[in-house]
């Protein structure tokens, strides 16, 4: 087990390493001069200077790419070309409120999605079709689309929930939860239909096998046939939705934090984007892509433990 | 000049597991000899490598050590161009007969295949050509434009036997190539592949689980378990009075449609196999069938049994070497130890 | 290295067997497929005409009109400069599309040959472009197009384009895995011996079928990028403002969404609708080219439902020799609809008596394994009894979904064919033991544990410990028949019912099996039916066989009866057709033709087409089962004849 995480952390470094690289020549693709293309066209020269500085643009590009390494090595993100704060210390007051959107929609996604696929799965009939037809919609949803609707109908209308705000959890979880309520609806309702229509299908296939007539044959209750063996081997695919669906998630929190005011990652580098504050988009990228790294690496885990078949004996 | 020549043959698989990967030996030096218009059967069970010693003939496994010659040239490592050359004389029918046709194309697709890969024939010889394998294996003429999926499992059969024939090759693998059958279509093809034999003159290498069958078309057998071969000689011989413990054992569990001698056979077997797993691994100086032979001693697990051959059978046993160490050597007349040392690897 | 004792039943591939001809069919009686293409269909040429089809100017604007609701001049109203909103939504699918088109170009440039030569040569090839794929996995997709955006401006082709680029991972894998699928299929092998060279191999056969799951992704993937461009537009990114785009708008509606939550409809819905189509068509493909409907195992476990409620229960119980253990009476089994079903079993009957083995012989397609599964209440979804009784212990029984379950695992086991995917891969031998014996015996987990090792020791397992704690992977496939059959003993049935139990392993494991069987069956006090295609098997276990033919019993008598004098012609062929009674340098005795489908049964005798004695009087009517002996009967109207024919042989 050790050995496998082991070696999973090991083919994830030189991709991390990959991503950092990339992030670094981006920059580098800025046609013209990157200063004055973030500055503007009213920039003058001696603040065009002072970007290019910054930017280490005045010096030869293999002694910027060492640097910047040598920084990224070090936690050193760069500082934000428009207040001057540090870029580490901007993803990490904003990691919380993205990661906590995330997690919760992730959560959601996987009890709500694996419910109704088993359900429908197992119901069939008008059940299944009620819920694939849901999910066939809810799949086609945008979540910035959804986002304000559900604001338009449970704010405006019924006044029911916040439109936006965000109190950090540490502050108070009742607060927190009543102003996230709309946000994780808003971005995890597409994975839930996406994780239900494939619990759905993996039921179904699992409840084809042979093994499932054997238990069958041996005269055990169907609920004990249905969640204890077909539900656990149809797990195994469904847990890599779910990683799939936290990283669509954690895509998806860039706009829908811009719609509720969260402050989080995504408004963070929508902010930056809009300033061409090159570090802080910088950041973000290399922050992010380490976080889906990680997720991926805990499905790959999940998944060992899940399949004995690529466990060690 | 043998057709096939096959010595000291080593074929190993790497398998990549989750922790790191092994290398496992299928094939552990095999020899054999095919003869222009002989069968040879290779009979044994699942795990002893019959198919893999077919596929590396055939090309479609890399060989680690030993060699194969095609009429004295070696073909053993061919590479591309020198395979789709002896394409034309090496041919192959395969298990399935429902994956080894391609469900998108046609029968005449199927047939023409080989013929235009391999002699560039024109458009219009190839189609008279197909039309004569399709009498050839009994189809009708009209099978040409249909495709596998109109065809029952035997029909299929002779499709890729009619393929195997396209272009008068001087070797077909037959691997396993009536399993998949039933047993009256399973007749049929049988029938058909001596017919076709008689009437065109080419060699067999007829592999299958099934040592009848493999008796009833071959000329000689050799037997293999773990990639090693047990037994090798006249089929009439090994198909009958076999000599080596594993062929006993195994020609005892094949079981007879007739109650009465199934009874004798079964108390034969009784005798000749000893019921145990066998270990997950052989070393190269053990008897592979050590943990299931009768008449096991401390030798057959020091070292590997020589070749001895005895009247026209040749052996891998401690039991026919009378310099061996076994404590209950038989020692039949005619039996000598070959000349040629076995392979240790 | 050899699969060689499985016996191939006649089931192909789902992914290979339906033509592409046959794909277009079905997708074509799809109305779903009809209504999602058409929708899609109608939104690229609207917008391609926008010009013409659009009943207004995209730009003009109507201050005085503005966030209008519908009207007869405005369909769909107005925006906040007074903009007519259907005007603009033609003219917003341009961009939309070809976005759309941009994103799955790359990715299908990008995807197909690497996804071909990683699955086709695989080795280290497959290993770089692996990684390739994992590094495109790992990027958080709209933040690097935010950051591309960020770096170059707003230009939404090169967003699209790094789009396409990090889209094209998921069309490597799926290529890939296609590719690795079509590549272990005899008919490459078959290629490549034929002399094919490697390109070629990869154009003709390897490609051919891999369109269907590309066709599929990516009509997905359109759907997939109609989002992020959208989503990108409606975060102010890669569109200029003037222009018209989906996004871009419900962005303007988001803004207006007090003074005129209307506007959110029609944006929204475009948006909703053309991604929802290219889903629908996506699936409806995915189905038509998996084949025809299949029906939902799920079905199984809602048997109780109108229909298939089984076979009448004996009303009486019958006055029953006590030596019968069970009796079919009448049997039929048919699959398809309620409407036209199509017989796989026909009027069959037979008993089983208390303590012997009762073999039950016949070829694919003879409806062996389907009375099996009556039996025991489990047949295959679709499948139903439409008639006939099933009688146990001489009560009336069986057979009717709920009595069958009681039955089963207590009464009534069954071990079958491929002992290997008959356990449950997720749980271990332990684990798949101590349930039913904690069900059946009602026994703590502990005393479970110590039954379950006793079980495994009495099928012949020398080190049950090892054995109890191992997952099914980790054995051998003898030993998990082995492991079947101490679980099929957990609730000490009466009757085991052995599917093919030997059919998949080696002769000499075979032959271990059928000695267990033999002993266990007399330990137990069990009855035993076991079904078989290998006549060998019959002369060595069974004490009574019953020959089937093509879904109806052809010939039933005691087992040394029936070998030393075959009744029926079938039997006789196929007795002459085994290997092992044939005479080298004759050819064998093989039986001309085919077995037919069920749907083409004929009327008369099942075997007429295929049968050298067969008359007129053959093929006119239904023959009947007719005693030959002192129980023994036969399904022929030549027996004298049949007969001679056996003996001839």
Known sequence: MLRFVARRVLIAIPILAIVVSFTFFLVQLIPGNPAQTILGKGAT????????????????????????????????????????????????????VTLSLAISATLLTGIVGIGLGVLSAVRGGTVDRIVQGASSVGMALPSFWLAVTLVLVFSIILKWLPATGYTPITQSPGQWAYGMVLPVVAIGLAGIASISRQTRSAMLETLGKDYIRSLRAQGLPTRSIIYKHALRNASIPIVTNIGFQFIGVLG?????????????????????????????????????????????????????ILNPKTRRA | MSLIDVRDLVVEFTTRGSNGSKVFRAIDGVSFTIEPGETVGLVGESGSGKSTIGRAILGLNPVAEGSIAFKGDDITRAHARQRRALAENIQAVFQDPYSSLDPRRTIEDALTEPLRAVKRSSRKDAVERVRWLLGMVRLPANSAERLPSDFSGGQRQRIAIARSLANDPELVVCDEAVSALDVSTQAQV???????????????????????????????????????????????????????????????????????????????????????????????????????????????????????????????????????????????????????????? | ????????????????????????????????????????????????????????????????????????????????????????????????????????????????????????????????????????????????????????????????????????????????????????ELFIDAAQVSGLAAPRIILRHVLPNVVAPLIIISTLTFGIALLVQSGLAFIGLAVQPPAANWGAMIYEASQNIYQDPWLMAPTGGILILTILAFNTLGDAINTAQAGSVSVSPAGQFRAQSRRERGPRVAATPTQESSDVLLRATGLTVVAGSEVSPTALVEDLSFEVRKGEVLGLVGESGSGKTMTARAIIGLLPPGCRVQSGTITFAGGGLTASESVAAAHRGTKIALISQEPMVALDPSFTIGSQLREPLRLHKKMSRSEAKVEALALLRKVGIDRPDAVYASFPHQISGGMAQRVCIAIALTGQPELLIADEPTTALDVTVQAE?????????????????????????????????????????????????????????????????????????????????????????????????????????????????????????????????????????
């Open chain 2, 190 to 345: 049988i029938n058909l592949l001596s017919q076709l034999q008689s009437e065109l003159g080419m060699s067999y290498l007829f592999i299958s689980h099934d040592l009848s069958i493999v008796q009833y078309l071959s000329q000689r057998i050799v037997v293999l378990y773990r990639g090693r071969v047990m037994e090798s000689g006249p089929a009439e011989q090994v198909g009958t009075q076999p000599l080596h413990p594993y062929t006993r054992a195994l020609l005892s569990s094949a079981p007879v449609s007739d109650p009465a001698s199934q009874k004798r056979r079964r108390d034969a077997r009784r005798q000749a196999l000893v019921r145990n797993e066998p270990p997950a691994t052989i070393g190269s100086d053990q008897c592979p069938f050590a943990a299931r032979c009768p008449l096991v001693a401390d030798v057959c697990w020091t070292a590997r049994p020589k070749q001895v051959t005895v009247d026209k059978t040749t052996v891998e046993c401690h039991v026919f070497d009378p310099e061996s160490g076994h404590p209950d050597t038989k020692q039949p007349k005619a039996a000598k130890v070959a000349a040629t040392a076995s392979p240790t690897a």
């Open chain 3, 1 to 184: 290295m050899s699969t060689a004792q499985a016996e191939v039943v006649a089931t192909e591939p789902d992914h290979l067997t339906s033509t592409r001809r046959g794909v277009l069919h079905n997708l074509m009686r799809k109305p779903a497929a009809w209504v999602s293409g058409g929708w899609i269909l109608a939104v690229i040429l609207t917008s391609i005409f926008a010009k013409w089809v659009a009943p207004d100017d995209p730009y003009k604007q109507d201050i005085v009109h503005n966030l209008a609701l519908p009207s007869a001049a405005h369909w769909l109203g107005t925006d906040s400069l007074g903009r007519d909103i259907l005007t603009r939504l033609i003219y917003g699918g341009n961009l939309a599309l070809i976005s759309c088109v941009e994103v799955v170009v790359v990715a299908l440039v990008i995807g197909v040959p690497l996804g071909l030569l990683a699955g086709y040569f695989g080795g280290w090839v497959d290993a770089i472009i692996a990684r390739l794929a994992d590094v495109f996995l790992a990027i958080p997709a709209i933040i690097v197009l935010m950051a591309v955006v960020a770096v170059v401006g707003n230009n939404l082709t090169l967003a699209m384009v790094t789009l396409g680029i990090i889209i094209s991972a998921s069309f490597i894998r799926l290529v890939r895995g296609s590719t690795i699928a079509v590549r272990r």
């Open chain 1, 252 to 304: 998806g929190a860039v706009i829908i934090e811009q719609i509720f005011a969260l402050p989080g990652i995504g408004q963070l580098t929508n902010t930056a984007v809009s300033q061409h504050d090159i570090p802080v988009v910088q950041g973000a990228v290399i922050v992010t892509a380490a976080i889906v790294l990680l997720v991926n690496l805990l499905v790959d885990v999940v998944y060992l």
């Open chain 1, 45 to 96: 020269a001696a603040q065009i200077a002072a970007v290019n500085h910054q930017l280490g643009l005045d010096q030869p590009i293999g002694i910027r790419f060492l640097a910047f390494w040598g920084n990224t090595l070090q936690g050193n993100l760069g500082v934000s070309l428009i207040n001057g704060q540090p870029v580490a210390q901007s993803i990490a007051n904003a990691l919380p």
């Open chain 3, 513 to 649: 099996i059928l000695d267990l069987l033999r002993s266990l069956k007399d330990e137990f006090h069990m009855s035993l039916i076991l079904v078989t295609h290998n006549l060998g098997v019959i002369a060595d276990i069974a004490d009574r066989t019953v020959v089937m033919y093509a879904g109806e019993v052809v010939e039933q008598c005691s087992t040394e009866e029936l070998f030393a004098a075959p009744t029926h012609p079938y039997t006789a062929g196929l007795m002459a057709s085994s290997p092992d009674r044939a005479e080298i340098g004759k050819p064998l005795g093989a039986i001309a033709g085919i077995v037919p489908p069920p749907e083409q049964w004929p009327i008369g005798c099942h075997f007429a087409d295929r049968c050298a004695l067969v008359t007129e009087a053959c093929r006119k009517a239904p023959i009947p089962l007719v005693a030959t002996g002192k129980d023994r009967e036969s399904r022929c109207i030549r027996t004298d004849e049949a007969m001679k024919l056996g003996a001839s042989r």
